[in-house]
């Protein structure tokens, strides 16, 4: 049954809900306060990278299905469904930064004048739709009946529209009947599992699943510790370990630590979520602590691999949190690149997509057009992120642009005995170097 849905914050989560709810053949008014945003979503330019999602938005704008505005009180009007769906970053001492929710949660109980019913869809601490439901109460103009939901994201950047369509689960967290129904017809079109719960239980289920997945990345990069201390391999642990279905071989990945928007912000805000709640959550606060270090691993053994960092040209390949985005929010290259800058180094980076973001932040380094260009001169070269086309390079022509031919690999790219048969003095994680 055709829906008409508003979806406010056209950021990924936002733009990914819309424009895939559009494509079921929804009618959808996605909003955002950011002018030139919407400007640029109306040109069909997308704020973001993001693999097809251009060209979702495309087929259902010119299908009049798919519609930007700034206008929050003109959709909260038409629609029928209200996704909230704005940002919720992290304040200094970790906790997550709720005065958006509040705000637009007060201007839809302002703007509304029949049923509706609003879903939660950013990441948000435990009971934040009871909040939502006493902001709405507390500024509706008139007596009117509405309800409040949950229905946290799972989607990963540079595969959302594949997460959004195929999802493992849809969550949504519901007080009444009526508010289920509804949400189970917007959902139902996709075929997957529904699980449905209180609103309580769908807003931790979205902390408890990012924070589990940072503890499988924690503990493995842990374990690669252990593995360059007695000579065992990591990947050959995580394959044996993998394969136990309980445990599965997804985030067994060692590497240089996780980054992201999501990973660190969703662990600080549960550890403080715990903190308010009286409970200590020593483990999170681990899995932080070994993602720090395995940073700072990661820079020593650059530093080893070079013997002085002074005047060194380092090469940087991958500069974005992961492959697949030009994102670079908490971005494990940015604190390499500093340490590595601040030691008196000087750095040719390369990435696929995020050059242009990545040159706001540190103009200093001097960004070169492909992977050789960037090796050409360099006394090292430092892999980051594990974009595919990486590895497919010549190490050939790569051994002959260096000057040294050290290769520090962060992400396990390449075949440790294939490169030291190249010649290379081939650094990685959980090893034997
Ligand atoms: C993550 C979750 O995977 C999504 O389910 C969730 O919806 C999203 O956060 C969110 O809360 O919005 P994302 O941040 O896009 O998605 O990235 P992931 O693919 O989960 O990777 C996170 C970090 O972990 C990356 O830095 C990645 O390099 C690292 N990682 C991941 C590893 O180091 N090893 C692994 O084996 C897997």
């Avoid at 097809?52 to 009180?73: C, I, M, S």
């Avoid at 940015?334 to 040159?359: E, F, H, T």
């Amino acid at each position: 049954m055709v829906k008409r849905v508003c979806v406010v914050g056209s950021g990924y989560v936002g733009l990914v809900t819309g424009s895939c709810l559009a494509d079921l053949g929804n009618n959808v008014i996605c909003v955002d306060n950011d002018k030139k945003k919407i400007e640029m979503l109306n040109k069909f330019k997308m704020p973001i990278y993001e693999p097809g999602l251009e060209d979702v938005v495309k087929r259902n704008v010119e299908a009049g299905r798919l519609f930007f505005t700034t206008d929050l009180k003109d959709s909260v009007k038409k629609s029928e469904v209200i996704f909230i769906a704005v940002g919720t970053p992290p304040k200094a001492n970790g906790e997550a930064d709720l005065s958006c929710i509040e705000d637009v949660s007060k201007q839809i109980a302002l703007n509304m004048d029949e049923y509706r019913l609003i879903v939660d869809k950013s990441t948000v601490p435990v009971q934040t739709g009871q909040r939502v439901k006493e902001t709405i109460t507390r500024n509706l103009k008139k007596d009117i009946e509405f309800d409040v939901a949950s229905n946290p994201e799972f989607l990963k950047e540079g595969s959302a529209i594949n997460d959004f369509t195929r999802p493992d689960r849809i969550v949504i967290g519901v007080e009444t009947e009526r508010a289920a129904v509804i949400l189970k017809e917007i959902y139902n079109p996709f075929n997957s599992p529904i699980i449905t719960t209180d609103i309580q239980s769908a807003e931790l289920i979205k902390h408890a699943a990012n924070s589990f997945l940072a503890t499988k990345v924690s503990f493995v990069n842990a374990l690669s510790v252990i593995c360059e201390l007695t000579g065992a391999d990591v990947d050959k642990v995580t394959e044996g370990m993998g394969m136990d279905k309980r445990i599965g071989s997804s985030f067994l990945n060692a590497g240089v630590g996780f980054g992201g928007f999501c990973f660190p912000k969703d662990l600080a805000a549960f550890i403080k979520i715990s903190e308010k709640l009286g409970y200590d959550f020593k483990l999170l606060k681990a899995v932080e602590e070994i993602n720090k270090k395995q940073k700072d691993r990661f820079i020593k053994k650059i530093e080893d691999a070079l013997w002085n960092i002074k005047d060194k040209t380092i090469a940087v390949l991958g500069l974005s949190f992961k492959p697949n985005t030009d994102d670079i929010r908490f971005a494990p290259s940015i604190d390499i690149i500093k340490a590595l800058l601040r030691d008196g180094a000087g750095i040719r980076a390369y990435d696929p997509y995020a050059m242009d973001k990545m040159s706001q932040v540190l103009p200093e380094v001097k960004y070169c057009q492909s992977s050789y260009e960037a090796a050409d001169g360099a006394d090292a070269l430092v892999i980051v992120t594990e974009w595919s086309e990486f590895k497919e390079l010549d190490f050939v022509k790569i051994k002959g642009l260096l000057n040294d031919a050290i290769l520090i690999d962060g992400r396990n790219m390449y075949d440790p005995d294939s490169m030291r048969r190249l010649g290379f003095k081939y650094v990685c994680i959980g090893k034997k170097s």
